[in-house]
């Protein structure tokens, strides 16, 4: 089995060889991305390994299978980037790695929270240059606040739990309420009653057609003046420029954003000697109260160990014909 892994950073090269499994498994490394361009690499390679911005768009997927590619191995949880009814089409298997420390996204939420509240950005600058002044770094205690949480999947869940422990007050919502979660002392509500009452909205959804832009100018109208919100789901969830006119506004307090609309040509690369072109990012960039991280929530120890083991075991289930527990099909 030839495996071709897609967007290779230093840390997956370091993890794919550190865990390769005694089979027959021949691992080779590309830096670029999948894409129309990057399609023709797959001559020759059983299987594909990607990640959240590689694209397996429908031109992409008939390439794969003109040079042989039968399964895309997806080490992530998301799977917006994939063409589902292409894949099928081409009989080309989708799997993933569905939870890899959900923990490891909750715990990033919450940092974003509390250094957008506490500012200990701002106060590690300060002190390094000598200033001790506490001014304008005012914060607020997160404890009998209203938190709304959008998704109580496995990150949803844990970070309701991180909350918990907090002592503050959630609203959840989702289309399959937790029923363990309701008894641990969360509410779920309507999406319209969660973003009125909120101080906080952390988003925990997949991007579908239905959530593309659910923080846009309609929804951020019923929200608190100064709320903050939190997004390490995907960046589509929220309509960029609508957030920036909120911002303006100041009906939005704070923005914590570990994803954005836009990431695909940016996050992952360092751009600090090139011009950047993506004028929405840059006004963001210029925002006090705003904080970017680039799609860093999953960057744990645990979780490139879990991402890893579980990608080698979906290629391998596939290639002893076992049932692919992982697999990803279109809803019909
Ligand atoms: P999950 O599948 O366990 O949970 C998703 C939850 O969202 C489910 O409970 C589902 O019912 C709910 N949902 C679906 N549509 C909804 C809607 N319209 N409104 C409200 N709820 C809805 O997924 P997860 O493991 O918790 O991951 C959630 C998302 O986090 C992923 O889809 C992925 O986009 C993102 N993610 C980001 C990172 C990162 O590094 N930033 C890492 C992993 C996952």
């Known amino acids: 089995m030839k495996l071709a892994i897609f967007s290779t950073k230093s840390y ?6 550190k865990l390769k499994p005694n089979s027959k498994i021949e691992v080779s490394y590309f830096k670029t991305a999948l894409n129309e361009d990057t399609s023709k690499l797959s001559k020759g390679f ?6 959240v911005n590689d694209r397996i768009n429908r031109s992409v997927l008939s390439k794969l299978k003109k040079n042989g590619t039968r399964i895309v191995a997806l080490r992530c949880a998301g799977f917006n980037n994939v063409d589902l009814k292409a894949a099928e089409e081409f009989g080309i298997k989708i799997v993933r790695v569905p939870s890899y420390s959900p923990n490891a996204v909750a715990e990033h939420a919450m940092a974003l929270i509390l250094t957008l509240n506490r500012k200990t950005h701002k106060a590690y600058n300060r002190i390094r240059e000598g200033n001790f002044s506490l001014d304008r770094l005012t ?11 959008v998704g109580t999947g496995q990150i949803g869940k844990a970070f309701c739990r991180i909350m918990l422990g907090f002592g503050a007050k959630i609203l959840a919502h989702d289309l399959y309420p937790d029923k363990q979660l309701e008894e641990s002392g969360i509410e779920y509500t309507s999406l319209d009653e969660l973003f009125e009452k909120s101080d906080i909205i952390s988003l925990h959804c997949p991007l579908t057609s239905e959530t593309k832009h659910m923080i846009d100018e309609v929804s951020l109208d019923k929200m608190k003046n100064g709320v903050m919100i939190i997004n390490t789901s995907r960046g589509a969830l929220i309509d960029t420029k609508a957030a920036i006119r909120a911002l303006k506004s100041k009906k939005i307090g ?3 954003i570990d994803v954005y609309e836009q990431e695909e040509s940016l996050f992952f690369y360092d751009h600090s000697e090139n ?8 006004r963001l960039i210029s925002f006090p109260n705003v904080l970017i991280t680039s799609h860093q929530a999953f960057f744990t120890r645990e979780a490139l160990e879990q991402i890893t083991a579980t990608s080698y075991q979906n290629i391998i ?3 002893e014909g076992r049932s692919l527990k992982n697999e990803v099909k279109q809803i019909k």
């Not at 914060?139 to 949480?149: D, H, M, R, W, Y």
């Open 12 to 17: 997956d090269k370091e993890y794919f060889e």
């Open 46 to 51: 059983d299987a594909v390994c990607v990640f």
């Open 139 to 149: 914060g607020f205690n997160i404890q009998g606040k209203t938190i709304g949480v």
């Open 254 to 256: 704070y923005f914590g």
């Open 275 to 282: 011009i950047i072109e993506d004028e929405l990012i840059m």
């Open 317 to 319: 289930d596939f290639e």
